[in-house]
């Protein structure tokens, strides 16, 4: 007679139903078993996959990766950090669309080109860097 686990792992295996592995199990359990411990609970079951995302969005996203805009600004002379600003490049892509609603000192189709340029892998690495001696500063703005 095979035991509880031989028979679990049957119906893992698919080589039996649910109706014989019922069966089989009360005819094991009719029979004087040996020390064997509980089988495991059964494991919750695995959610179904997420849609596929439309082409665009998986494009923008690329490896999976966030991707950050980042902002330092240090001493020229030491090298020490005044400030660190680093934002998602999600977030700055939703600021333009909501800030375009607002200005009208800036033109759609710029707009449109720096979202499409932020949407895409192509931007990657420095975009400023600025060195203002009189101030003793350093701006580096950069794509990671």
Do not use: C, Y
């Not at 995302?53 to 600004?73: C, D, F, N, S």
Request: hydrophobic share 40%; charged share 30%; no cysteine.
């Amino acid at each position: 007679m095979a035991s509880r686990k031989d028979i679990l792992d049957m119906l893992a295996r698919g080589e039996i139903d649910v109706d014989r592995a019922t069966e089989l199990l009360s005819q094991a359990h009719s029979a004087p078993a040996p020390d064997v411990p509980p089988p495991p609970e059964p494991e919750a079951p695995i959610p179904p996959a997420p849609a596929p995302e439309p082409p665009r969005a998986a494009a923008a996203r690329g490896t999976g990766k966030p991707r950050w805009l980042r902002v330092h600004i240090s001493e020229l002379d030491t090298g020490r950090n005044r400030v660190k600003i680093n934002v998602p490049l999600g977030l700055v892509r939703l600021g333009m669309k909501i800030g375009a609603r607002f200005t009208d000192e800036l033109n759609e189709d710029v707009i449109g080109d720096v979202l499409h340029v932020l949407e895409s892998e192509d931007i990657d690495g420095t975009l400023v860097e600025v060195e203002d001696v009189e101030d003793n500063e350093r701006v580096h703005v950069f794509v990671e």
